[in-house]
Every structure is written in C-alpha cells, then in structure tokens.
C-alpha cells in the first residue's frame, strides 16, 4: 500500500493545524456556525441529527494494522466505542465532540489518514474492488490507479468548488464487478485492447439517488499514459457544464442525460486535445513509483492439511468457509470476508475491541493487510489456507464468525433517521428486523445469494436501487412508509430495480420482504437459479400476488 513520504505528512500537518484553530474560532465565538460549515466540511466533519459526525477516508478501501488500531483508538478515546463502516469504504463515527476533533485528526496523522474531501462538492474518496491484488479473477490490481486518481484530484485547484459532489471507483475484474463501477459518476475498469495492452474504460454518468442511472460508455480504451489527463477533461467539462441553479440536477449523470453521451464525449475529447500536452508524462513517471507499493507480499508455500481436516470434521467452520471465503489467486490462499452482520445488529458497526482483534489478526495471518468493502464488511485479502481455522477461532472470540456473506442477512443500510439529518425513515431497525427474522426461520442458505440494500432517505446512500431487494424509507405525511424495488444489480450487468406498488407501513415491511422470498423459492426452477435469474425470466407480475395478497384476494 502507498506510504506518506516527507511532502505528504508535512501537507497534512499543516492542514491539521489550520483546521484546529478554525474549531477554536468556532468554539470561541469567532465563527458563525455557517462560517464554519464550509471549513468544517473540507475536513470531513459534518452535523448530523444528535451531533457532529467524522467521516475518515480510507483510500480504496485498503489499511494495514496500525491503521485499524487507530480507527479503535478514536472510536475509545472521542467517541462511544464503536465506529461506522459506509459505502464508500470509509468509517463514520457518529458522537465526536467538536473540541476533540482536531486531537482526532491529528492521531489520523500519525498513521497517515486523514478526512480530507470526504465531504464537499469534490472528488470523493476513490473505490476499488475490495479484492483488489488478491482475486483469481483480475486481469491487474486496481490500486495503483485508484492510488494515481487519489494523488491527483486531491486539492486539485480546478475541483475544489464543483456543480456537486463527484465520485470514481475503479476495478480489474469487469466481468465480474465488485466495485458498483457503474453507479459512480466516473467508473474505470482495467482492461486490455486488441493488441494486448493494459489500458482503462472509461464509464461516466453513472449515480444513485434522487434520480438513479446506469453509467455510459465514454471511451472503450484510454492508455495508461493519457488517463490522467482524459479524467481531468472529463471532468473539466462537467465542471463547466453541470447545473449549478438546481443541486438535484447537478450531478454529470444529469448533464449526460440533458446533452447526450455523443455530444459530452465531442466535448471531453476537445478538451482532452487542449489538456493531453500539459502533463509532459510526470503522471507516468509518477504511476510507475506508485505502482512500487502494491507488491505482492511474500506468500508462504505450506501444506493445507488443517485447512482440509477442518473443513471435514468441523460443520460451523465449513459453513463459514463456504460463504465467507473466495477464491485467491494463489491457489493455496483464500480472501476471508468478515461479516459486519450478525444478526440483529447494526449493519457496518464495529466495536474498538472487534478492530483491534481484525488488526491483530490481519498482523499474524494476513500479512498486516485488511480491507473495506462497500458492502460494510471487513476483508482480509491474502490468509494461507493453513492459517483459516485459528483465524476462524479468533474472529469467534470477538463474534466476527458470522456466517453470511451474500445471504439475506448481509444488508447494506444507511444510518438512517437514528443518525442522519437528511433521512426520512429509520434504516437500521428494519435491518436488523430482516436479518433477525430470516434467521429465525433458518432460510439463508436455502434462499443462496439474495441482496438485500436499504436506503432511509431518496439520497440513496443504501445503494437501494441497485439491490435485488431495494428497501426506500420515506416519510408519507408524518408517518414512516417504505417503497420495495425488484430486480436491481450492481454488477457489470447493472440495473436499476423497479418499484413493485405502494408502499409499506413500518411494522408492515419485514412480512412484505418475507413473502417476497417465499414467493422466490415456490418460483424458482431449483436451488442454483437465483433471486435475480428468477426474477428476469419471470418479471414483477408474477411476483405481485404475493406480494400484495390482499389486492389479489379483492380482484
């Protein structure tokens, strides 16, 4: 993973210090509160419902022990003993006092993090596949260029102060895509031309939210040595162009809409034209160094004889094997999956004791490497199949074993209206309700792979549209009611899901989710077609009866 040289850490020092005497302004009465949301924004602290909120960036998703140790430590020190994994492969800690947040910062930096433009109308913090350098099925470890992309769009002058907010995932398995890539407003996947070459396509327009859309083909192959500058006439377009006069059409996937994906790509290829002699090849020179600190780690080549005895003899460990592990590209390793979903909890909420015991395990098992994922789990990417069973063990002692990733129980949900501001319906009670229920009725694993995404406001920041079930809490004169959508991915196959009929009262939505499921398994052709293929060949007809028995019964 990239490590801070000396320019780095002396750029966020600086930072740092001028972000704590603007909090001793705030504190002090100097600054109006809408004096400092502009400034308080640039450092990722928001103002949330009960309190302020920091949101820290964790680049691509990637850290290494000393990093989650200090995500612990701010979770134990400032805030109440846990900390928020989000979509965006970031965490969230939700009751900072505002006289402690530049101490917060400042620990941050120690371990080379920050919260910068985790917030704001910037580039956000850069996405990855959360298997990146690690899965069997890449053609190329995203990372360095999600690293290159983080550098560059960093305080970049020309995007500090954008239509809205913007932001980029990448990944090198599009075939397979873990990134949600289309769904951003710029997605990249590594992928080779006619000739062989590793190059970049480009999607844009993608984005979620008021208006949900799946993004378009830019440009099918942009070469390594004019990625830097095709973003950045990308963007600078939309720069120009994007709705400043209405923030709910302001976003590119809009300003594709209104022009027309022929007509941006005449524009960014203009601009590219303008922009390409500017770089003069620093940004390759500055890749090749990049790309120096993603090297494979050194893997130790050891028989799997306890990986193999446990997997026969121990049911709870081949259960957990079977769900939480995915294929390595050393075939003697595995990616562990750690399941921020037990059920009945908070989706995405980890406790300072659960990040030190990933860290500690991470350290003695995955070569001092973990992961974010957009799905709010933990991953560690590179664990010797040898080592699986005392990792098992030891995720057990903290309650991380849960079995479950992929099944119903593996929800994406927002904060919802128990944190949120902007919400309009609580999110996390009808996901802990959902996973509760189906674990009630012991189902997971004969429903299989089944995505379930829950958005407590139209914003969308539970992915709910890309959900094979979408959950959307809205407020319907006072009172919480909650829209179901069917039939959404989030893969290279991306689709937004449609909405099946009226909503559901609160105490309604957890049996209307349940016959939904049921439904599946009386429709499905057998057990390996899954919730999705089902619901293609068969479309929402078919599903309304069950879904709205009482309407069926009155007709």
């Known amino acids: 993973m990239y490590q801070y040289n000396d320019f780095d850490t002396a750029f966020l020092a600086e930072r740092n210090k001028q972000f704590r005497a603007q909090v001793e302004r705030r504190i002090d009465g100097s600054l109006t509160e809408d004096e400092f949301k502009p400034l308080r924004l640039m450092n990722g602290l928001y103002l949330q419902l009960h309190a302020y909120m920091l949101r820290v960036a964790i680049p691509y998703g990637t850290l290494n022990g000393a990093q989650m140790d200090t995500l612990a430590l ?8 846990y900390g928020h994994f989000t979509t ?3 965490i969230q800690y939700n009751w900072p006092k505002l006289k402690d947040v530049p101490d917060m910062l400042d620990a941050l930096g ?3 993090m920050h919260a910068i433009q985790t917030s704001g109308n910037t580039i956000r913090n850069v996405t990855a596949d959360h298997f990146a350098g690690a899965a069997a099925d890449e053609i190329a470890d995203p990372r360095p260029v999600a690293e290159l992309i983080r550098q560059w769009s960093t305080d970049h002058p020309e995007f500090q102060a954008m239509p809205r907010k913007f932001k980029v995932a990448v990944s090198g398995a599009r075939e397979n895509d873990r990134a949600v890539v289309k769904a ?32 378009k083909v830019l440009k099918d192959w942009v ?7 095709y973003l950045e006439a990308t963007v600078s377009v939309w720069n120009l162009l994007g709705r400043r006069d209405n923030k709910y059409k302001a976003r590119i996937k809009i300003t594709v809409h209104e022009h027309g994906i022929e007509d941006i790509r005449a524009r960014v290829e203009e601009r590219f034209q303008t922009i390409r002699p500017t770089f003069q090849g620093f940004d390759v020179a500055l890749f ?8 494979a780690p050194a893997y130790r080549n050891i028989p799997t004889d306890a990986y193999d005895a446990a997997y026969g003899d121990d049911a709870m460990f081949r259960s957990w094997a079977d769900t939480n592990l995915t294929a390595h590209k050393q075939a003697d390793y595995a990616i562990v999956t750690i399941s921020l979903k037990k059920h009945g909890e908070t989706p995405g909420d980890a406790t300072a004791a659960q990040m030190r015991a990933m860290a500690d395990i991470a350290r003695k098992y995955g070569h001092d490497e973990l992961r974010i994922s957009h799905e709010q789990n933990v991953i560690l990417p590179n664990v010797h199949k040898a080592d699986l069973p005392a990792v098992y063990e030891e995720l057990k002692a903290h309650d991380l074993h849960t079995a479950n990733i992929g099944l119903i129980s593996d929800i994406i949900a927002c904060p919802g209206m128990d944190y949120c501001a902007l919400a309009t319906a609580r999110s996390i009670p009808v996901a802990q309700g959902l996973a509760t229920r189906f674990d009630e009725l012991k189902l997971e694993h004969d429903v299989g792979h089944l995505q379930i995404k829950i958005s407590g406001c139209i914003n969308a920041c539970g992915h709910h549209h890309v959900g094979h079930i979408g959950i959307l809490g809205l407020d319907r004169a006072g009172v919480e009611n909650y829209q179901i959508t069917l039939g959404g991915d989030a893969t290279f196959t991306a689709e ?7 909503g559901f009262a609160y105490d309604e939505i957890v049996p209307a989710v349940e016959r939904i499921v049921l439904a599946y398994l009386d429709l499905r052709e057998g057990p390996e077609e899954t919730f999705l293929e089902t619901y293609r060949r068969l479309g929402l007809a078919v599903f309304k009866p069950y879904i709205y ?3 069926q019964a009155a007709a």
């Open 74 to 81: 701010l979770a134990e020190k400032w805030d109440k003993g």
């Open 88 to 90: 965006r492969q970031n």
């Open 110 to 112: 120690e371990v080379s």
């Open 184 to 215: 951003h407003d710029i997605g990249v996947y590594l992928v080779n031309n006619d000739a062989g070459e590793l190059g970049y396509q480009i999607i844009v327009g993608g984005g979620l939210g008021r208006t949900p859309m799946i993004g």
């Open 223 to 229: 070469s390594q040595d004019d990625l830097l500058s």
């Open 288 to 295: 090749e160094d990049i790309k120096a600190h993603f090297a």
């Open 496 to 502: 937004v899901g449609g909405r099946v009929g009226p």
């Open 549 to 551: 028995p009482e309407a």
